[in-house]
């Protein structure tokens, strides 16, 4: 390739060691060399010109995990899209275009993307790296599972190309791998035809955590499901739920329940926003326990009425308000996600969410999905239900949540990496069995001296 001027270097006048970074739980902040490069030559020159260093999308990890020992270098200047094939549904992307930017461009041409997380604004480049996981990952496996192939740039300046069949095990080391094999450039994945945009949804009322459970378990052959869980619910009611069952809405659906409905609506637009100064102590006990009785009753309305929604909504509920990641306070929040593996899962969930709802102070949205077997050496889903919640930054907060590693480990489960803050060495190891791979290949190619973020410090990856 040739030679580029490299870009400036992003830094704060008031921070001479670089800027202070988060992921998106605003937990922790640490200073970092921020560096953002516009093309791929440069984002591998930067590379090869530092240690301590790993790349970062659009910052939608919600802890450590996307902010470099030393240096992070941001792929968002990696924001073209190279090459569409509509009679293979191919596509090739740089690696900082957003789910989003997919959406946006292809939607309204009747492609989808068969594996998308709960926000949108995540790069093609972090999917791959966290191997995201949707609503369908039960039937359809995690983001990895679309992915034809990508570039990844080494810490020695070499960019291999990587698929199942090229660089295999690189490849599967670093779908899941959380950007600690290299910087990926670039990735062709395979799009997902569809009839219209909307989804035909079924909502179902589950009284507490066995029948939500069950219900999920009954529903297996839907494409989509997830169930809401009110975390304070406590008693005979411990784990009630809202079970969101969906399809891709056919042409014959649209015309059956919504005849005026255009076929591809585009995505929405975000009409609400969280101010900065946002104070914490408006989400309390009182505030949550009205929200999740209003949302409950809501959703329990709509029992036994299968409608028409939306793609973006039922994907992406909590896009349509900006920076929503600012109601937990300056002190910020942790994303707690877990996987118990399916023999132990009614047991472990019941005494997570039990000694919860005790504690008093989750998430206003806490989602339970049921997952398949995982993709790559370090993926995180394994056959089971996967749990996740939000908790408000406190002085006790890391005390309980050790409590609840310790169940997580005791069944054989493990945290997701993506989503992780503060897990201990001795819990991740534990439920990671897959790391050796992964230091295989770290210590093959020079990552495991060049590249590192502050989760894999802390984690000794």
């Known amino acids: 390739m040739p030679a580029v001027a490299l870009p400036e270097r992003v830094s704060a006048a008031s921070d001479p060691s670089g800027i202070r970074l988060s992921g998106w739980g605003n937990y922790p902040k640490v200073s970092t060399e921020l560096l953002a490069p516009q093309t791929q030559a440069g984002a591998r020159d930067y590379l090869l010109a530092r240690s301590g260093v790993v790349a970062r999308g659009a910052g939608r990890a919600y802890g450590d995990a996307a902010i470099g020992v030393q240096s992070t270098i941001s792929s968002r200047g990696l924001n073209r899209m190279r090459s569409f094939d509509a009679a293979t549904a191919r596509l090739t992307v740089e690696a900082g275009v957003t789910i989003a930017d ?6 309204p041409r009747g492609f989808f993307l068969k594996v998308v997380p709960g926000t949108k604004f995540v790069t093609v480049g972090g999917a791959i790296a966290a191997d995201v996981h949707g609503k369908n990952h039960h039937r359809d496996g995690g983001f990895g599972t679309i992915v034809e192939s990508f570039r990844l740039a080494l810490p020695g300046g070499e960019i291999v190309s990587c698929s199942r069949s090229e660089n295999a095990a ?27 945009a909307w989804l035909r949804q079924d909502t179902r009322v589950a009284g507490h955590l066995d029948a939500a459970i069950d219900q999920l378990e009954s529903s297996a052959s839907a494409t989509y499901s997830v169930a809401w869980i009110d975390c304070l619910a406590r008693g005979a009611a411990l784990g009630r739920s809202l079970v969101y069952l ?18 591809f609506p585009g995505p929405r637009t975000q009409r609400l926003s969280v101010p900065e100064l946002f104070p914490g102590w408006l989400l309390n006990r ?27 909504p039922y994907f992406f509920p909590l896009d349509a308000i900006a920076d929503w990641n600012r109601i937990y306070g300056r002190r910020g929040f942790v994303q707690y996600q877990c996987v118990i593996p399916l023999d ?44 996740t919640m939000d908790f408000p930054v406190t002085d006790t907060l890391f005390a309980f949540l050790d409590q609840l590693d310790a169940l997580v480990v005791d069944a054989r489960g493990r945290l997701y990496l993506a989503k992780d803050a503060r897990q201990s060495r001795a819990t991740f190891e534990s439920g990671y069995p897959g790391l050796a791979a992964l230091r295989d290949i770290r210590r093959q190619t020079g990552a495991n001296t060049r590249l590192a973020s502050h989760l894999s410090a802390r984690l000794g990856i």
Request: glycine share 10%.
């Open 102 to 107: 997919i959406l946006t461009a292809f939607e």
């Open 170 to 196: 690189l490849f599967a080391a670093t779908v899941g791998g959380m950007g600690l094999t290299g910087v990926i450039l670039d990735a062709t994945l395979r799009l997902l035809p569809i009839e219209t």
């Open 246 to 263: 969906a399809e891709h809405a056919t042409r014959r659906d649209k015309e059956m329940l919504g005849p005026d409905l255009a076929p």
């Open 286 to 312: 009182a505030s949550m326990r009205a929200f999740n009785e209003l949302y409950f009753r809501r959703g329990a309305a709509r029992q036994g009425e299968p409608r028409l929604v939306h793609w973006d």
């Open 344 to 387: 132990r899962a009614r047991r472990v969930l019941a005494e997570i969410l039990d000694r919860v709802s005790r504690r008093g102070d989750a998430s206003f949205l806490a989602v339970l999905k049921q997952l398949g077997d995982g993709g790559g050496p370090m993926s995180f889903p394994l056959r089971g239900y996967t749990l």
